[in-house]
């Protein structure tokens, strides 16, 4: 089963507004990271927090991770239309024969409207 | 970039034959995985490699096999394609470098009919 599930599947905003996008994890982790689909294409790294950290911020971007609740957060701040595409959150157990695998979620379709 | 590539980037075949895909990677990197992408299952790892010859089993790993003889090329194959292998493959790297990151290829879609 998938170690990430991430909510809302779809998300539909203007643009300007910002977008939240949430993900919980079933198991303790090295680290939480996330990920960026545009249609068609290959996923592009966006931003890295790791299990001793809180809050990190990225450009427009800001992610939270709360290991107590096993969740994390993704906000994207005065979003554009190029904002639009899938975003995926993916974990990184612990443990030296994780050779650095990771489980992603189902991902969250964010939709910027001009 | 990570100069990775896929090939081939789009291929149909049909029930019962066996089909390769190649990911190619320009920076020598020692971490190597395949993914694939199914609507409503986010990715899911089938296969890795860390190091040549060193290969190990992932998530969906059943009708898939790898190879990895050299640290350039990583070569999954579907021994005899069935129509539930259709999806959209992902190769990606780890730069350890960088970090626990990975990079990905383009993607290869495969339609199994």
């Known amino acids: 089963s998938q170690q990430g599930e991430e909510d809302p599947q779809a998300l539909s905003i203007q643009e300007g507004e910002n977008a939240t996008m949430n993900c919980s994890y079933k198991t303790s982790i090295n680290n939480l990271q996330w990920y960026r689909q545009n249609s068609g294409r290959g996923l592009v790294h966006l931003i890295l927090?790791?299990?001793?950290?809180r809050e990190k911020h990225s450009g427009r971007l800001r992610v939270t991770l709360d290991t107590s609740k096993k969740s994390s957060s993704l906000l994207i701040t005065a979003s554009r239309a190029a904002d639009t595409a899938s975003y995926f959150c993916a974990t990184g157990l612990r443990g030296g024969t994780s050779y650095g695998k990771l489980t992603f979620g189902q991902g969250t379709i964010l939709t910027v409207h001009p | 970039d990570a100069g990775i590539t896929q090939s081939p980037r789009h291929k149909v075949t049909e029930t019962g034959t066996p089909v390769t895909l190649r990911c190619h990677q320009t920076?020598?990197?020692?971490?190597m995985y395949w993914y694939r992408q199914d609507p409503g299952h986010g990715l899911r790892l089938i296969h890795y490699s860390y190091g040549v010859k060193d290969t190990d089993k992932g998530e969906v790993s059943d009708g898939y096999s790898v190879s990895r003889s050299k640290t350039e090329d990583f070569l999954l194959t579907l021994e005899s394609a069935t129509s539930s292998q259709t999806s959209v493959y992902f190769c990606?790297?780890?730069?350890?470098?960088?970090?626990?990151?990975?990079?990905f290829g383009p993607g290869t879609r495969l339609l199994v009919l």
């Open positions: 927090i790791r299990s001793n950290e």
């Open positions: 990606a790297i780890r730069d350890i470098a960088g970090g626990e990151t990975q990079y």
């Open positions: 920076e020598n990197h020692r971490y």
